[in-house]
C-alpha cells in the first residue's frame, strides 16, 4: 500500500484519479508471497488443533510487535508488553473454551496498556498517545478472539474459516486487479492515493464469485446466500483496508514493517481479515452459530 499523499486546505485531494495499466512493480513479490503463505494458511485452518492454534499465536506475535513499534516503544519492556501479553492470555483462554474470561482479559489488557503508558514521562513516554498503544490490544485481540471462536465448531469451522479466507483473498486480488487494470475516481482519497472505486467494485464482485462457485464445495448452502455472505465479508474486508491505510497515514508510514516482501508487514497483509473475522462471527450469532455462513 502506498503512503497517502498530503490533503490540501479544504479538503481535495492532493492525488489525481489513479491511471490504468499502472504499477504493476509489486505483482511478482505480492504473488511469490502469496504463494508461499496462502497454502499455508489454509493448512493450518484445515488441520485445526495445534496447527490452527500455532498459527494464531504466532500472528498475535507479529502483529503486537508491528503495532508497538508504531507507538514507539518494546514488547519487552512496559508498558509495551502488556499488549502481547494481553492479546496471547485471551486467545489462550478462548483456545481452551473460557470465552467469558478471554473477552475480560483482553479488555482488562485494553485499560491497563492505557493507564501505564499514560503514567509514563520523558523520554520513555510513547510517540504516540497512551489510548492509541491500547487500542491495538483491541484491533488485534478481537479479530483473534472471533477467529477461535468461528473454528471452535468443528466441521462447520473449518468450512467457515476457510470460506472467509476466500473471500478476503478474493477481494483483495480483485481489487488489486480492477484497480491497477482500469484506475479512475479513488475511493477516499483522503485516506488512500491509490484505492479506486473500480477496485472496490472488483474485488467485491470476484468475492461474490468465488463464494458462490467455492462455498457449495466446503459444506451444502445456496449458492445465492453464500454470494451474499461473501458480499457482507468483502465490504469489512475493503473497510479494514482502509481502516490500516488510515492508521498508517496517522503514523506517517508507508508499511507497518518489512516483514513480507511486497506487502510490507503483517498488519499490512491481515487488515482485511482484522476486520472482516468479527464480521463472519456477528453473521454466525446472526443466523445461528454452529452451522455454515451461506446455508
Sequence with gaps: MAQAGSVPEGGAPA????????????LRKRALSAI???????LCVWLGANAYTFLLALGAAILTWEWVHLCGLRTVTMPGAVVPAAVLLAGTLAVLEYPLAAWLVLG???LLTWVSAAGLRGRDRPRQPALRLALGVLYIGVAGLCLIELRHEN??????????????WASDIGAYLAGRALGGPLLWPQVSPAKTWSGSAGGLLLAMAIGAVLAPELAPGSPARAAAAAAVLAVATQAGDLLESGIKRHFNVKDTSSLIPGHGGLL?????LLAAAPAAMLLALLIGYGGALWR
Excluded: M, S
Design 108 to 110: 482488562g489488557g485494553f
Design 155 to 168: 466441521e462447520a469451522g473449518r468450512a467457515n474459516l476457510v470460506f472467509l479466507l476466500l473471500v478476503v
Design 268 to 272: 499490512d497483509r491481515l487488515d482485511g
Design 36 to 42: 508461499v503463505l496462502a497454502p499455508a494458511a489454509v
Design 15 to 26: 492525488t489525481p484519479p489513479a491511471t490504468p495499466g499502472k504499477n504493476w512493480r509489486d
